[in-house]
């Protein structure tokens, strides 16, 4: 599963937000800001992942537990999906 | 996902990004192409800054400043030429930081963009006076 081309990660005063270009413009509106976290895992799901090497990667970057990281990836997918970034 | 007005949104999150609506800004803005990407106002705009302000009817306006006044500023949209005096500080919401055009983002701090402000602007203002004197031309003519 990856990020749907035309969903754009940019900082604006150092506050990290999506912004929806071209036409996945057209159909979503209205700002969704990252957390340190949320950023993380979507500059690893700009290119194509699995939730099993997602959980890998946020185990290698932050001191947390397995069972966390799986919270938060599983979390942090379903969000995502829901809001229908996701393409898988 | 809540449904928030763009001042509660902006409020929320210092920062917004939505397609602009509307041709008063074209071309530096195009509706079919590019997404604005706004930030919380704070503090003073400067010449040139395009700022999202709320007019008294409730319209959500995104023009450009082209003089500051006290306790506000003189707007303008760059496709088009009648300037809207007293716009109040009280009413900008945010201003515009960049925009993306298709995928390439273009930040109005850059070099480049700047200058085509300056050049846009200048334009502008020969052709307001063209204007200006193409109307006087024609109510003259009518006059007789």
């Known amino acids: 599963m990856k990020i749907k081309n035309g969903l754009k990660l940019r900082e604006v005063g150092g506050v990290n937000i999506v912004v929806a270009v071209g036409e996945m413009a057209a159909s979503f ?38 069972e966390i990281a799986n919270a938060d990836v599983s979390a942090f997918i379903s969000m995502i999906r829901e809001a229908g970034f996701l393409d898988e | ?7 509660e949104a902006i409020n929320l999150f210092g920062v917004y990004s939505c397609r602009p609506q509307g041709t008063s800004m074209f071309p530096t803005l195009d509706t079919e192409r590019d997404t604005v990407v706004l930030r919380k106002k704070e503090g003073r705009l400067k010449k040139y800054d395009v700022a999202l302000y709320r007019r008294p009817d409730g319209t959500c306006v995104l023009h450009r ?23 109040r500080e009280d009413t900008v919401i945010a201003y515009l930081e960049g925009f993306y055009r298709g995928d390439k983002y273009i930040s109005c701090d850059s070099r480049k963009h700047s200058a085509y402000v300056r050049f846009w602007c200048a334009s502008l203002f020969f052709r307001r006076c063209a204007l200006s004197i193409l109307w006087r031309v024609k109510n003259n003519k009518n006059a007789r």
């Open chain 2, 1 to 7: 996902m809540n449904n928030l007005k763009i001042e």
């Open chain 2, 65 to 87: 400043v082209m003089a500051l006044e006290d306790g506000g500023y003189t707007m303008c949209g760059d496709n088009q030429w009648k300037l809207e005096h007293g716009v």
């Open chain 1, 29 to 66: 509106k209205g700002v969704v800001r990252l957390n340190a976290t949320g950023t993380f895992l979507w500059k690893q799901l700009e290119s194509d992942t699995s939730e099993c090497e997602l959980v890998a990667s946020l185990l290698e970057k932050y001191d947390v537990t397995e």
